[in-house]
């Protein structure tokens, strides 16, 4: 027996950058054999999207309701959205389309702040999150997905170095090269494996639901 759930992430782009979109299927086995266990989850791609360079953000949260409107994941996917820059006024666009989004502000500090309707998170953290994962092999990307071979491009691309003073350096993260696809990802795996308070109110994370 296992709990399953969706999440999602979003980047937000701006005129040279992408904004994309990822939706995860969680698996966390919690019996087997009628024995209580517990396991961490399990992360799949199910949805790997970039929208169109110059994309009106109107037209692309319209979209974003459309891929959360399927009867898998309506009312069951948590939203997962950055909400630095320019990603604050389009959160407040998913929220009038009646999507109930988690906004996510990237900085280069060290603490993760709670703020009304969201996060504060460290630069470090979401990269921290993606790593792990990795490391352990819990997450999973569908070869089918049109964009699958974009993001194994940009995982492999990813780096992580601690510099000798102490402070982060993330190789192409937010650097030249696009993405916009990993950070997607990483918003939704900190959301569910790192965020203080499992919000609750927005959906329930931990309910059984079909599969996909």
Known sequence: MSNEWFVAGLDIGQAADYTALAILQAV??????????????????????????????????????????????????????DATGVGAPVLDLLHLAGLNSIGVTI?????????????RVPKRDLVAAVQVLLQQERLKVAERLPEAATLVTELTNFRYTLSAAGHDSYGAWREGTHDDLVLAVALAVWFCECAPVVRTEIVDLHRPIGRW
């Open 107 to 119: 900085h280069g500090g060290e603490n993760v702040v709670t703020v009304d309707g969201g996060y």
């Open 28 to 81: 966390n086995p919690v019996e087997m054999r009628g024995v209580p266990v517990v396991e961490p989850a399990i992360y799949s791609c199910r949805h790997l999207e970039r929208f169109e360079l110059g994309t009106p953000y109107p037209a692309m949260v319209d979209k974003v309701r459309q891929r959360l409107s399927t009867p898998q994941l309506r009312g069951r996917t948590a939203l997962v959205v």
